[in-house]
Structure formats: C-alpha cells, structure tokens
C-alpha cells in the first residue's frame, strides 16, 4: 500500500524558517515526480512546488519563489520543503502528493498524504 | 499565476445527474488534460479523473470527466448522500514555468 507521511509542521514566528518532511512507501519512490500542495483553512488548494524522479525542480508557485525550495533523498524514500522567510499567508495544511506515472509529471496527482499544520503568527 | 474558474456550488437530489464545469486557457487545459479530485470534510484531496476522462483506480463508473478546447467538466450521475464534497478540477500550465493550477473549487450539495 503506498502511504505518505508527513511531519514537521507546527507554529512559527514571520520571518523563520521551518523543513517539512515526507516518509514514503509502498512504491518505487525514485521512479515517480513529488510535489507538495497546500491548503489554506478554508481556502482551496494550492501547488506548491514539485520535483522530477531526478531530481530536477520542476517548479515553484510565484508565492513561494525564492523563499522556499524542494529536495528528495531516493535512497531514503524522503521528500522535503525547506520554507525560509516565512509569512502568516504561508498558515495552510501542506500535503505530501505522489504522481500517477512514472518519469512523467504531466497527468496527475494520484496518492496524497494526510497533511502537515503550519502555522505562521506572532 | 492564474487559476481555473468553477462554479462555487452546485446541487441535485438522490439519483440525479450533476455537472461541474472547470474553465481555463490555451496555456493549461488548452495544451494539458484534465485533472479532477474530490475533497470530503477533513480528508485529504482523492484523485477522481485523469488525462481528461480516465477514472483512477476504484472510482465508480457514475463519475465521467471530458475535455473541449478550454474548458472541462465533470459528470456525477445516480447521485448519492456521500457525494457531498468539494471538486477541484487541475492542469498543468507551461505558459512560461511549468506550475500546476487547480480550480476554484465546487461544492456538491444532495438535497
């Protein structure tokens, strides 16, 4: 069964920084494109970034460029999102997602995680 | 970075048929198919339909999506209680930097 899960959520000052991590497993890990999405309370949804089974970012949302920046870890099955310079628009849920095909990113976001709690205030 | 336009609700009664529509442009449902995920309260997003109108693993024959030019929709038929959710539809966009837009979002209600 694949499963993604997420941790390292919690509540932080503007201006700090915060890593989100994501534990993945029950498939070839290396094989597939990551990204993490988001969720404001309330809000819909917002993709955040996503990164090749190679390493290669594929992109960040204009909202966190340059601020926030994806990496994975294949032989660790790990997903991460270092988040510097964080503002109390960043507060969302942030889930870990797994693309539906191998080496393609272009068709779809199939397994998603239960999500992690940020938390931006003073 | 720009967002896909769905309607904000949408309802029926047991055993109707509901459609959502999901609006775009050349840049993202133009060139990329479509995505559709259902949110039920307090979970995760779940992925309904990919590549415009294929229904991912599990999901029942009652949900149908398809594509023309622009805009997409999604069909939900033999409307059932546990229907009750947000739809989001999503693509790609590659109109300068790939980045994956979602829709605005609808809500299903069964009366």
């Known amino acids: 069964e694949v499963q993604l899960v997420e941790s390292g959520g919690g509540l932080v000052q503007p201006g700090m920084s915060l890593r989100l991590s994501c534990a993945a497993s029950g498939f070839t890990f290396h094989d597939y494109a990551m990204h993490w999405v988001r969720q404001s309370p309330g809000k819909g949804l917002e993709w955040v970034s996503g990164i090749a089974w190679n390493h290669g970012p594929i992109g960040y949302a204009d909202s966190v460029k340059g601020r926030f920046t994806i990496s994975r870890d294949n032989a660790g099955n790990a997903l991460y999102l270092q988040m510097n310079s964080l503002r109390p628009e960043d507060t969302a849920l942030y889930f870990c997602?797994?693309?539906?095909?191998?080496?393609?990113?272009?068709?779809?976001?199939?397994?998603w995680g239960q999500g992690t709690t940020v938390t931006v205030s003073s | 970075q720009s967002v896909l336009t769905q309607p904000p609700s949408a309802s029926g009664t047991p055993g109707q048929r509901v459609t959502i529509s999901c609006s775009g442009g050349s840049s993202n449902i133009g060139r990329n198919t479509v995505n559709w995920f259902q949110q039920l309260p307090g979970t995760a997003p779940k992925l309904l339909i990919y590549k415009n109108n294929k229904r991912s693993s599990g999901v029942p024959d009652r949900f149908s999506g398809s594509k023309s030019g622009t805009s997409a929709s999604l069909a939900i038929s033999g409307l059932q209680s546990d229907d009750e959710a947000y739809y989001y539809c999503a693509a790609w966009d590659d109109s300068l930097n790939d980045f994956y837009v979602f829709g605005t979002g609808t809500e299903v209600t069964v009366l």
């Open positions: 997602v797994k693309d539906i095909e191998p080496y393609n990113y272009y068709y779809g976001l199939e397994v």
